[in-house]
């Protein structure tokens, strides 16, 4: 921080004063030591099941209890399942299927909020203590650089509670010999609170405490009424055909009420708030039906033929939009059950699809319509406001994709080798697109274009034993490609975002941003515009996209990269020998890109912040020693802030190991003898290793799948590594 001063002072004339500690006295303090734990968890379930040669049933419930890396921060699970079929008549069968779990979860704040504990616990300075001698809380830009992390857990009640209910009832007719019905009722139901305290002692309790208490409720319906025929024809053809109607609505009633000022900390419901901030109210209901068919003719074993389809009709679409029609073609051939071939030990399919299905997730409940807010204040006077201004031309999202595989069996099943390429056409995507701010809105859910996904996936699986001794494995890789083949209304470029952009050719996915070259070395070498801007030797060079001798970052952004890998895959091992078991599970991704959006450690003196010890040893300090880390300079954001740059896009492959477990179960007759039909004990490592060139903590992070947000990381908390021991036991 200090060089960053000097070379500031050295440059402008200036004199800032160097950063000197206020207590040399004190020794280094670690706050993410205060504010991490290593976290116990446990679970346990049972389950009992039986039945007669007319009813069966199964009985189970478990408990879960979880605790995070962060102190206060735990979650509780408890369910129970019921299921039971019972056949009532030759002609008439039934059953009934429930689930109820509750959840109780306590929050703390994590990725970009204002207290985020592993990014400011980072980045607080080696002299910040949480306490005052006299034991009051340090605070915030009196004492410290950020709000105190302690003070922030301890005055703060923050949970969530969960109430689910999932069941379905059905009845199965037996028609006729082959000709059955069967209808499906079921219900998901669930209840949420969302509870917020800050007490008069918390940064965002106002001093007087701080309250948001949020509600809601949720229900889903769902019938299935299905006619099913199959028949078995004596010159080896049968038939299977399916005929049935699919009704779904979905209900949700959320309310909120923010208060604050309460005449102690033990009064801690809005009720006895002194004031209101903000009440809302909500209700929403959508619904969905389909008719759907589906016939399947099978040939000897040899030859199999399947046609489908369905149509789909959404209340989240207007009228004249709301159905979609989706047909599906696919066939296979079984060439080892040809009289020709004559090697029993070996099996080989030959299979190929063709099929559309459609698309409205992750679209509100009236997505058509223009929506209005009341609770505005005009001239005192209650009014409304417009939020969204619909579109009555929005459409199904539609995908047609075409596969072609085959299925391998060799060695009389001990090896197997699945294969499948794919290509995906989808048109009419749904996006939110950005318009102009004159029309009074941010941007409008349309149809924007299409897009194309080319895939290969391959699967292999292994199995042999000797004796006592045998190993199963297992290996998946997959290998996707898309690009945008099309763009409604838009042949050029359409930002998604701050970090993404949209354009014909280009992946959906890409990163759009300015490209860092490298560090100029000398200050002969840096642009005239620039340098009239303070730019000088050791700073970052970025690519000069229109030639204008400036950077800005509408000239100068490009496409730099993906959010998405070249391909992924999986590994599983399993070996076992007399009742003991050694299993292995990896994962891995290659190619993709991760922007790293936290960058406090980098800044190098653009801000207080301390840097990243790797940072700070590999930064510019003359020519040539450093062409990827800039100088150390204060309060300048050439380097850091002013723009996003692939400074911060990061190579995110990475290969992790996601679980080693041992395992031993006893032999039956030694299990019999204690009263046992099993008994197993294991324990096991999840996420025992990670091996990445990534700089940060986890590759494994995405905040959202959405195009505007793929590959972004806020230093969330990474997947924790556990261990675990357990016991499996069977009556």
Known sequence: QNEAIDNYNRQTGENVSHIVNPYPERGQFCWADLVLRTAISWKASASVSGGTDRSRYYISANVRHN???????????????????????????????????????????????????????????????????????????????HYNLLQALN???????????????????????????????????????????????????NSVGKLTDARKVYSSLVTDNIINYSKA??????????????????????????????PSEDFSQNSVAAEYLDISTGRSSWAMQSVIFRTTLNWHRRYMLTLSARTDGSSKFAPEHRYGFFPSVSGGWVLSEEPFWKDSNTRIKIKASCGMTGNQGGIGAYAFQALANGGYNYINESGIAMMTQGNRDLRWEKALQYNIGAEMSFFAGRMKVETDIFRKDTKDLLYNKPVTATSGFTNQLCNIGAMRNDGLEITLEGNIGKGDFRWQGGFNISFVRNRLTELTDDDGILTSGSYHALKVGEEVGSFYMIKMLGIYQKDEDVPKKQYEQGVRAGDVMYEDVNGDGDIDTAGDSQFCGSANPLFTGGLSSTFSWKGFDVSLL??????????????????????????????????????????????????????????????????????????????????????????????????????????????????????????????????????????????????
């Open 67 to 145: 605790e995070g890396v962060i102190i206060g921060n735990k979650a509780e699970k408890y369910g129970v399942r019921a299921n039971l079929e019972c056949d009532i008549k030759r002609w008439l069968s039934a059953g009934i299927n429930l689930s109820a779990n509750y959840n109780h979860t306590h929050h703390v704040p994590n990725g970009n909020m204002g207290t985020s504990m592993l990014t400011h616990a980072l980045e607080h300075r080696p002299w910040d203590v949480p306490y005052h001698a006299d034991g009051s809380y340090t605070i915030k830009d009196k004492d410290l650089l």
């Open 155 to 205: 005055e703060q009640n923050a949970f969530n509670n969960n109430y689910r209910i999932i069941g379905k009832g059905y009845i199965r007719l037996n028609i006729l010999d082959g000709l059955s019905f069967r209808s499906d009722v079921g219900g998901d139901f669930m209840y949420t609170e969302d509870y917020i305290y800050y007490n008069s002692k918390h940064m965002y309790g």
């Open 586 to 731: 990896f994962a891995f991704s290659y190619g993709n890109n991760l922007y790293q959006i936290w960058n406090g450690g980098l800044r190098l003196g653009n801000g207080l912040w301390p840097s990243q010890e790797s940072e700070a040893l590999a930064r510019w300090t003359g020519p040539g020693t450093s062409d990827s880390v800039p100088r150390a300079i204060y309060g300048m954001t050439w380097n850091s802030t002013r723009f996003i740059s692939t400074r911060y896009l990061h190579d995110a492959s990475y290969l992790r190991c996601k679980s080693l477990s041992l395992s031993y179960t006893l032999p039956a007759k030694a299990a019999k003898k204690v009263g046992m039909d099993l008994l197993k004990i294991y324990i096991q490592a999840d996420n025992l290793f990670l091996i990445s060139p990534y700089r940060f903590i986890d590759p494994e992070v995405n905040s959202s799948l959405d195009a505007t947000k793929m590959g972004l990381d806020n230093m969330w908390l990474p997947q924790p590594r556990t261990f675990s021991f357990g016991v499996k036991i069977q009556l």
């Open 233 to 262: 024809f004596g010159c080896g053809l049968a038939l299977d055909a399916t005929l049935g109607h699919t009704f779904q609505q979905d209900v949700s009633s959320t309310s909120s009420q923010t208060g604050q000022g309460f």
